[in-house]
């Protein structure tokens, strides 16, 4: 009988390995976890710290998209008219956007890196700190407008007021004192654990749909007719009528059909499995 050998790996030993890892390193491991556990997300969001070309074109080879800010460093190279130029130089080339614009500039670009080529796009925006400075987003999805990525870069302000929370007001840095790994994760894991109750507790006293018997009713409204189900039978209600009472034939009913899932929000063609 052939014999096999088991090795077990605990997770104390990946947490260490991990946290002597370079920070770019540890985050694309974690971006792997993830993926690998199912996870469903189509951008990862980060500042300019982890935004170099390296980690860019890495993060989407794991085959999630990235919205970042950029730095305004000398040696960054993005491909731009026939040219290897920096975020500044492409800035100064161009002319701006007037008014009150979301947006001062907007170029197609591309990420070189290590003969790596990727398209991307670079929203320039006002500095809400100095007016006359500018800060700039990196998109490697080219397709989405440039509200669209503004928007989307907004949401790490929710991650920032939780480490501030968290810091300031739930003791993260400084209430444990030991120099053990172990009880420094426990202590990490302990200040969350209170983030979450309180997160609960706040949503239960200033959330309208949290009130009692009515949120409860709502719960089984939402029960008896889920949304996607709901959904579903407004659609076929609406390919009956057209049918019925229109002169069109069913491929053009199921084009317009097929157009309106297509303009739908990306969780919710998720949720109907839309591509």
């Not at 009880?183 to 959330?207: C, G, P, Q, T």
């Not at 029960?223 to 053009?252: C, G, N, R, T």
Request: net charge positive; glycine share 4%.
């Amino acid at each position: 009988m052939r014999q096999v050998t088991l090795i077990i790996v605990p997770i104390g030993y990946k947490a260490r390995k991990l946290a002597m890892a370079k920070g770019t390193d540890a985050m694309l491991e974690l971006l792997q976890s993830a993926k690998k556990a199912g996870l469903r997300a189509k951008d990862v969001l980060f500042d300019s710290w982890f935004a170099s070309p390296k980690t860019i074109i890495a993060v989407k080879d794991t085959g999630y998209d990235v919205i970042a800010m950029i730095k305004k460093h000398p040696k960054y190279f993005y491909g731009y008219d026939g040219e290897k130029l920096t975020m500044m130089d492409i800035y100064r080339r161009n002319r701006k956007r007037r008014g009150r614009s979301k947006y001062l500039l907007s170029i197609l670009a591309t990420v070189y890196k290590d003969g790596r080529e990727l398209p991307v796009r670079l929203v320039y925006v006002r500095n809400r700190s100095n007016r006359k400075d500018y800060l700039c987003l990196i998109s490697t999805d080219t397709s989405l407008t440039e509200e669209e990525i503004i928007r989307r870069y907004g949401r790490r302000w929710k991650i920032k007021v939780f480490f501030k929370v968290c810091k300031s007001h739930l003791r993260l840095a400084k209430e444990c004192r030991s120099l053990s790994y172990d009880a420094m994760s426990a202590h990490v894991v302990i200040v969350f654990a209170r983030y979450m109750m309180l997160s609960v507790k706040n949503r239960e006293s200033e959330d309208p749909r949290t009130m009692g018997e009515l949120f409860r009713l709502i719960c089984d409204e939402l029960e008896e007719a889920p949304w996607v189900a709901a959904l579903e039978m407004l659609m076929k209600m609406f390919i009956d009528y057209a049918e019925e009472h229109f002169d069109i034939s069913e491929q053009e009913v199921s084009q317009m059909v097929d157009g309106f899932m297509m303009a739908l929000p990306d969780n919710i063609r998720w949720s109907l499995n839309v591509a």
